[in-house]
Protein backbone atom coordinates (compact mmCIF):
# COMPACT_ATOMS: atom_id res chain seq x y z
CA UNK A 1 0.00 0.00 0.00
CA UNK A 2 2.41 2.53 -1.29
CA UNK A 3 1.60 6.38 0.08
CA UNK A 4 3.21 9.90 -0.31
CA UNK A 5 5.37 8.96 2.84
CA UNK A 6 6.46 5.76 1.42
CA UNK A 7 10.34 5.86 0.97
CA UNK A 8 11.58 3.57 -1.75
CA UNK A 9 14.42 0.93 -0.95
CA UNK A 10 16.48 -1.67 -2.93
CA UNK A 11 17.62 -5.16 -1.23
CA UNK A 12 21.24 -4.90 -0.42
CA UNK A 13 21.20 -8.78 0.18
CA UNK A 14 18.47 -11.96 0.21
CA UNK A 15 16.56 -11.51 3.35
CA UNK A 16 13.75 -13.60 5.28
CA UNK A 17 10.61 -12.03 5.11
CA UNK A 18 6.97 -12.55 6.03
CA UNK A 19 4.09 -12.19 3.80
CA UNK A 20 1.43 -10.05 4.90
CA UNK A 21 -1.50 -11.42 5.56
CA UNK A 22 -0.61 -15.25 5.56
CA UNK A 23 1.74 -14.91 8.18
CA UNK A 24 5.05 -17.45 5.83
CA UNK A 25 8.27 -16.81 5.67
CA UNK A 26 9.57 -16.37 1.99
CA UNK A 27 13.14 -15.16 1.16
CA UNK A 28 13.40 -12.10 -0.99
CA UNK A 29 16.37 -11.85 -3.43
CA UNK A 30 19.09 -9.31 -3.29
CA UNK A 31 18.74 -6.38 -5.83
CA UNK A 32 14.47 -6.37 -5.13
CA UNK A 33 13.35 -2.91 -5.55
CA UNK A 34 9.64 -1.96 -3.10
CA UNK A 35 8.95 0.83 -0.72
CA UNK A 36 9.43 0.85 2.54
CA UNK A 37 5.41 2.04 4.13
CA UNK A 38 5.34 1.59 8.06
CA UNK A 39 8.34 0.80 10.67
CA UNK A 40 7.26 -0.03 14.23
CA UNK A 41 9.04 -2.24 16.67
CA UNK A 42 11.96 -2.14 15.02
CA UNK A 43 10.07 -3.95 12.07
CA UNK A 44 9.24 -2.83 8.82
CA UNK A 45 6.62 -3.23 6.49
CA UNK A 46 6.64 -3.16 2.39
CA UNK A 47 5.31 -3.37 -0.55
CA UNK A 48 6.61 -4.90 -3.39
CA UNK A 49 4.99 -5.34 -6.61
CA UNK A 50 1.53 -5.69 -5.47
CA UNK A 51 2.39 -7.71 -2.26
CA UNK A 52 3.08 -6.41 1.31
CA UNK A 53 5.78 -7.79 3.41
CA UNK A 54 7.63 -7.57 7.19
CA UNK A 55 11.18 -7.48 7.38
CA UNK A 56 12.08 -7.88 11.02
CA UNK A 57 14.62 -5.28 12.84
CA UNK A 58 17.45 -7.85 12.86
CA UNK A 59 17.29 -7.56 8.63
CA UNK A 60 17.05 -3.51 8.49
CA UNK A 61 20.76 -3.83 6.88
CA UNK A 62 18.93 -5.71 3.88
CA UNK A 63 16.88 -2.24 3.81
CA UNK A 64 19.95 -0.44 4.56
CA UNK A 65 18.92 0.49 7.78
CA UNK A 66 20.62 0.14 10.96
CA UNK A 67 19.57 -3.55 12.48
CA UNK A 68 17.71 -3.62 15.83
CA UNK A 69 20.15 -4.68 18.72
CA UNK A 70 19.92 -8.30 19.59
CA UNK A 71 18.19 -9.35 23.04
CA UNK A 72 20.99 -9.35 25.36
CA UNK A 73 20.53 -11.12 28.80
CA UNK A 74 22.49 -10.89 31.68
CA UNK A 75 25.20 -13.18 32.40
CA UNK A 76 23.71 -16.05 34.38
CA UNK A 77 20.33 -14.99 33.74
CA UNK A 78 17.26 -16.75 35.78
CA UNK A 79 13.63 -17.11 35.13
CA UNK A 80 12.56 -13.92 36.11
CA UNK A 81 15.18 -12.40 33.53
CA UNK A 82 13.65 -14.42 30.60
CA UNK A 83 10.29 -13.81 31.59
CA UNK A 84 11.35 -10.14 31.38
CA UNK A 85 13.08 -10.65 27.98
CA UNK A 86 10.06 -12.26 26.17
CA UNK A 87 7.56 -9.53 27.64
CA UNK A 88 10.05 -6.68 26.62
CA UNK A 89 10.32 -8.20 22.78
CA UNK A 90 6.43 -9.28 22.65
CA UNK A 91 6.09 -5.17 23.71
CA UNK A 92 7.92 -4.98 20.05
CA UNK A 93 4.80 -7.02 18.16
CA UNK A 94 2.47 -4.47 16.85
CA UNK A 95 -0.44 -5.12 15.07
CA UNK A 96 0.29 -3.82 11.22
CA UNK A 97 -3.04 -2.19 11.06
CA UNK A 98 -2.78 -0.72 14.45
CA UNK A 99 0.07 1.33 15.28
CA UNK A 100 0.21 0.02 19.05
CA UNK A 101 1.88 -3.10 20.34
CA UNK A 102 -0.11 -6.38 21.10
CA UNK A 103 0.99 -5.73 24.77
CA UNK A 104 -0.35 -2.38 25.31
CA UNK A 105 -3.61 -3.30 23.30
CA UNK A 106 -4.37 -6.13 25.37
CA UNK A 107 -3.72 -9.28 23.07
CA UNK A 108 -1.57 -11.24 25.28
CA UNK A 109 -3.40 -12.94 27.67
CA UNK A 110 -0.66 -15.24 29.30
CA UNK A 111 2.35 -16.01 28.87
CA UNK A 112 4.48 -18.50 30.64
CA UNK A 113 8.46 -19.27 30.55
CA UNK A 114 9.66 -22.51 31.81
CA UNK A 115 12.95 -23.59 32.99
CA UNK A 116 13.58 -27.23 30.70
CA UNK A 117 17.26 -28.53 30.62
CA UNK A 118 18.83 -25.46 30.36
CA UNK A 119 16.49 -23.94 27.57
CA UNK A 120 13.28 -21.84 28.28
CA UNK A 121 10.20 -23.13 26.45
CA UNK A 122 7.61 -20.38 26.33
CA UNK A 123 3.82 -20.95 25.73
CA UNK A 124 2.01 -17.80 24.95
CA UNK A 125 -1.98 -17.65 24.75
CA UNK A 126 -2.59 -14.14 22.73
CA UNK A 127 -6.02 -12.98 20.68
CA UNK A 128 -6.95 -10.65 18.32
CA UNK A 129 -8.45 -6.93 18.36
CA UNK A 130 -11.62 -9.05 15.85
CA UNK A 131 -11.75 -12.97 15.43
CA UNK A 132 -12.12 -12.08 11.70
CA UNK A 133 -9.20 -10.05 11.65
CA UNK A 134 -6.57 -11.51 8.54
CA UNK A 135 -3.29 -10.28 10.65
CA UNK A 136 -3.72 -12.99 12.97
CA UNK A 137 -0.82 -15.47 11.02
CA UNK A 138 1.44 -12.01 11.03
CA UNK A 139 1.05 -11.33 14.27
CA UNK A 140 2.03 -15.27 15.78
CA UNK A 141 4.96 -15.08 13.12
CA UNK A 142 6.04 -11.54 14.48
CA UNK A 143 5.85 -12.32 18.05
CA UNK A 144 7.27 -16.10 17.35
CA UNK A 145 10.50 -14.67 15.42
CA UNK A 146 11.31 -12.13 17.89
CA UNK A 147 11.02 -14.21 20.80
CA UNK A 148 13.13 -16.99 19.22
CA UNK A 149 16.00 -14.15 19.16
CA UNK A 150 16.35 -14.30 22.82
CA UNK A 151 19.49 -16.38 23.81
CA UNK A 152 18.96 -19.67 25.26
CA UNK A 153 14.68 -19.75 24.03
CA UNK A 154 14.32 -23.37 23.17
CA UNK A 155 10.48 -23.99 22.09
CA UNK A 156 7.97 -20.94 21.38
CA UNK A 157 4.35 -21.86 21.26
CA UNK A 158 1.86 -19.01 20.15
CA UNK A 159 -1.61 -19.77 20.83
CA UNK A 160 -4.56 -18.08 19.35
CA UNK A 161 -7.78 -17.88 21.40
CA UNK A 162 -10.73 -16.08 22.05
CA UNK A 163 -11.86 -16.42 25.20
CA UNK A 164 -12.85 -14.18 26.45
CA UNK A 165 -13.64 -11.57 23.63
CA UNK A 166 -11.28 -8.82 23.46
CA UNK A 167 -12.71 -5.39 23.94
CA UNK A 168 -10.64 -2.04 24.61
CA UNK A 169 -11.07 -2.15 28.00
CA UNK A 170 -8.18 -4.83 27.81
CA UNK A 171 -6.20 -2.03 26.71
CA UNK A 172 -3.28 0.35 28.36
CA UNK A 173 -4.17 4.18 29.19
CA UNK A 174 -1.56 4.89 26.49
CA UNK A 175 -3.26 2.61 23.68
CA UNK A 176 -6.09 3.94 24.21
CA UNK A 177 -5.24 7.21 23.57
CA UNK A 178 -3.16 6.55 21.07
CA UNK A 179 -6.11 4.78 19.25
CA UNK A 180 -8.76 7.69 20.03
CA UNK A 181 -10.98 5.59 22.17
CA UNK A 182 -9.83 7.26 25.65
Not at 4 to 30: C, H, T, W, Y
Not at 60 to 86: F, I, R
Request: negative net charge.
Amino acid sequence: MYNLNSEPFKLERDVDAIIVPSGQSMNLPAGTVGYITQSLGGSFTVFIDGSMFMILGHNADALGKEPSPMPVLKENANLDDMKQAVWNQLKNVFDPEIPVSIVDLGLVYECDVIETNGKYDVKIDMTLTAPGCGMGDVIVTDAKTKIQLIPNIGEVQCNMVFDPPWDKNMMSEAAQLETGMF
